[in-house]
């Protein structure tokens, strides 16, 4: 696959061909997320928080990458952070991770943000070097999550 068969498109609709695509995808993300069923995916599509975008080979070829932008609003501006970018093992390092990165930061900058922020583990050595060629700076902060083990606040456990 050559950037010439890539195709980079926002998701309009939650279709058979995403659901099994994300089928594929997921799994090769993570191995403890299942892939989202139809339902899920209408919600992520169709929320004005976030834009869904594939990478295909070729115009009306397979599924070959995926990613998610989340867009918000907050008091000091607008938002954006890059979550779950995969692309195909089969297809990895044919620049398909890169388009789909460079078409978030376009739609990102067209919402207004002024930043865009994503993580990635260590261990993902790839990744991690496009998005440091893509310009992606590794910032200085702490990142906390809380796991939710039951419904409820902390103190009612």
């Given amino acids: 696959m050559t950037g010439d068969d890539l195709v980079v498109e926002e998701v309009a609709a939650a279709d058979d061909e995403l659901v099994e695509a994300m089928a594929v995808l997921v799994p090769q993300l993570s191995s403890s997320a299942p ?17 869904v975008f594939i990478a295909r080979r070729g115009r009306g070829g397979r599924i070959v990458g995926s990613l998610t932008l989340a867009l918000f609003r907050v008091p000091t501006g607008v938002r954006a952070i890059i979550e779950d970018v995969v692309v195909d093992t089969a297809v990895r390092g044919s620049g398909a991770g890169a388009a789909l990165v460079e078409a978030a930061l376009a739609r990102a900058a067209a919402a207004g943000a002024r930043t865009v922020d994503l993580t990635s583990r260590p261990d993902r050595e790839a990744a991690n070097r496009l998005y440091h060629r893509l310009g992606f700076e590794q910032r200085r902060t702490n990142v906390y999550r809380f796991t939710m083990e039951a419904p409820g606040p902390p103190d009612a456990r």
């Fill in 35 to 51: 892939p989202p069923e139809r339902a899920e995916l209408a919600v992520m599509v169709d929320s004005p928080a976030t834009v």
